[in-house]
């Protein structure tokens, strides 16, 4: 009964309080507000883009390996410690390493992809999506199944005919229906491509927006260097991912310094986009925390007005029997209170927004944000109203109710 | 410490100063010894207090009586447990006050001290219900009454039960009084101190509410200690006590 008692009667004063100041109140509290909003915000658009890039590692199944120019998945490199070596500056793969890497018996497939980021064109439709200029083996090394039509073969291949197998996604926005689709042309920078097939949805937002063509059809206006950006390699056995690695190693070697390309298995590159966007994350965060902090501040003046301001009051329950410690936790629980709502308000908007812009991006929201959301404007509150809250309850009863 | 011992403390200290018939067998339920409080405004000492010794016993109603700037509030708050002094010792039956906690003094003037102020001092934005029972709120353990019938008991009493849910700013000063009364005298203080009670008030309310004060005292046997720079309300009071720059003096100019 007496703690009820008083805990119902702290609320019952935080609340006259509160709606005595209402403007001050929620001017503080929209401090908190942009704070956690700013944090949440960051926390789940941060989520969404980590979430978004291992989407599309893991779609590209598992026993796979990659050869990438640049040493940005490097062992030695891992964290991004050498991003500036990057991509660029790297290794120009030609049809020579693929018949070399082919030379492995273990890698039962090579594949190598060129890749360019295009506008394609199907009669009066137009859209920006991807080509691929690659080999008949990418569709089973992936695990591809159709929708409509047909893969192409190695003869397409070796024939350099122009057909193309289309991403449902590229298929959907230029014919609607991924039947009619077939037997259709396409336009990719003044090459034209009959469309033979249309691979089912894959997750990867790249890979089903792309035109996967032959490798030989690109060589020419899409691809004059006749050069690829990755190289696929592929093996039945799980066992043999390591032995593949090291060979394939040794054979671009012979051709490129070690910092300008790399081959990594696809859990190497996740591992290293978790580290990277772990990093990222914390500087985000660290970022909108200072919108917190100031948030903080602003609850901790408004306190020490509160303090002066409520003198007399704080003298007059001193005098019939309230403790220094009664004084503090009826400021502390202000403060936390004001900090909290803030909190969840900036947590509500922050849901909104996330909310809205799940149609285009997988921002999420999780426990985490939540968790942080909650603690640390309570952690706030408590800290940034102590000061205030010790002042109050320090005041000797008879100097308080003297105040004017 | 129990605080309930402290408080039914039975005399173990004999009394050496008598100050009327029927007490001088009788031990003070507070003793000022030596009491000095100095304080600083700015950079001037202000000696409010000076080498004050009182003894206070059951069933008293005295005044205090001095001019303004005399010592007389300070020493009233030094009495009531508000203010520490800066030298000499306060016991309550008997218990050196300065050994006592934070919140043993808060539960002594919770339970055992009641304040009337001559500003009232009633908070502004509780409804009158609300200010009388503020002091039930702080009460730490179990009350063996039930609040809220009290408090509506003392309004009747008091003729303000139609005020109960106005904000204290609402009604006249002399309701507010009446309600700080109330606020007062909710936890059965052995003890009512009452600075100035009647400062604010019409030459009409003022005397009512010394009336409520008296009889208080009769009905309650409540200890009622008095400020007031006025002579002729000092005179109602059994027992004056005149001050003077700090001092205790035989007799008000």
């Known amino acids: ?404 | 410490m129990n605080l309930t011992l402290l408080l039914s403390e039975k005399s173990a200290r004999k009394n050496s100063s008598p100050m009327g018939k029927n007490q001088k067998n009788q031990q003070p339920i507070i003793k000022l010894e030596n009491i000095s409080k100095i304080y600083y405004l700015g950079d001037e000492k202000v000696k409010a207090v000076q080498n004050v010794s009182i003894d206070i016993f059951k069933k008293e109603y005295i005044s205090i009586l001095g001019a303004s700037g005399s010592g007389k509030s300070t020493l009233m708050y030094l009495i009531g447990l508000l203010e520490i002094p800066t030298s000499g010792n306060i016991y309550l039956n008997n218990k050196d006050i300065s050994k006592l906690s934070d919140k043993q003094l808060s539960e002594l003037r919770n339970e055992y001290v009641g304040f009337v102020f001559q500003s009232f001092n009633l908070i502004n934005k509780f409804t009158v219900w609300e200010n009388i029972l503020l002091p039930t709120k702080y009460r730490k353990s179990k009350i063996n009454f039930n609040p809220e019938k009290k408090a509506e008991e003392l309004l009747k009493q008091f003729g303000i039960y139609d005020r109960k849910d106005f904000f204290p700013n609402k009604i006249s000063g002399g309701q507010q009084q009446r309600v700080a009364i109330a606020r007062a005298i909710i936890m059965n203080p052995k003890i009512l101190f009452a600075d100035e009670p009647t400062g604010n008030l019409d030459s009409k309310t003022g005397p009512e509410i010394l009336t409520i004060l008296e009889s208080l005292h009769k009905k309650f046997d409540t200890t009622i200690i008095m400020v007031t720079h006025e002579k002729e309300i000092a005179k109602r009071a059994e027992k004056q006590i005149y001050i003077k720059d700090g001092k205790l003096v035989k007799k008000y100019l």
Do not use: C, W
């Open chain 1, 1 to 404: 009964m007496k703690t009820k008692n008083g805990l119902s009667h702290l609320l019952n004063t935080t609340f006259a309080n509160f709606k005595r100041n209402k403007a001050r109140t929620i001017l503080t509290s929209l401090g908190i507000m942009i704070g956690v909003l700013s944090v949440v915000l960051l926390i789940a658009l941060g989520l969404g883009l980590k979430n978004y890039l291992k989407e599309q590692f893991e779609n590209l199944g598992s026993n796979l390996i990659i050869v990438f120019p640049g040493n940005v998945f490097n062992e030695e490199g891992g964290g991004g410690a050498n991003f500036g070596a990057g991509f660029a500056g790297g290794a120009n793969f030609d049809e020579k390493d693929v018949q070399n890497l082919k030379k492995i018996p273990e890698a039962d497939y090579v594949v190598p992809a060129f890749f360019k980021s295009i506008t394609i064109e199907a009669g009066s439709e137009k859209t920006s999506g991807y080509v691929q200029g690659t080999s008949e083996k990418l569709f089973p090394l992936l695990n591809n199944q159709l929708v409509a039509g047909r893969f192409f073969t190695k003869s397409d291949v070796q024939r350099k005919t122009k057909n193309a197998v289309l991403g449902l996604t590229l298929a959907e926005t230029l014919f609607i229906n991924p039947e009619r689709a077939i037997g259709k042309t396409i336009k990719a920078s003044d090459q034209r491509f009959k469309i033979i097939g249309v691979i089912e949805k894959t997750g990867d937002r790249e890979m089903d927006n792309t035109a996967n063509v032959p490798y030989k059809s690109t060589f020419g206006k899409l691809n004059p260097d006749k050069t690829f950006f990755t190289i696929y390699l592929g093996t039945n056995n799980e066992e043999n991912i390591t032995t593949v690695k090291e060979k394939a190693k040794k054979i671009l070697l012979k051709r490129y310094d070690k910092d300008s390309f790399s081959v990594t298995e696809q859990t190497e590159i996740l591992s290293t986009v978790n580290q990277i966007f772990t990093i990222v994350n914390s500087i985000l965060v660290a970022i909108g925390s200072i919108s917190l902090i100031v948030g903080g501040i602003g609850i901790m003046n408004i306190m020490y007005a509160t303090v002066t301001e409520r003198t007399k009051e704080i003298g007059i329950r001193r005098a019939i029997g309230a403790t220094q410690k009664d004084i503090l936790n009826q400021f502390l629980a202000e403060a936390v209170i004001l900090s909290v709502f803030g909190g969840l308000l900036g947590l509500i908007l922050a849901s909104l927004i996330v909310l809205a812009i799940r149609t285009v991006f997988p921002a999420t929201i999780n426990l985490l944000a939540v968790t942080l959301a909650f603690g640390v404007s309570t952690i706030i509150g408590v800290f940034f109203g102590v000061f205030p809250a010790r002042r109050a309850a320090k005041l000797t009863p008879i100097e308080a109710i003297r105040f004017q």
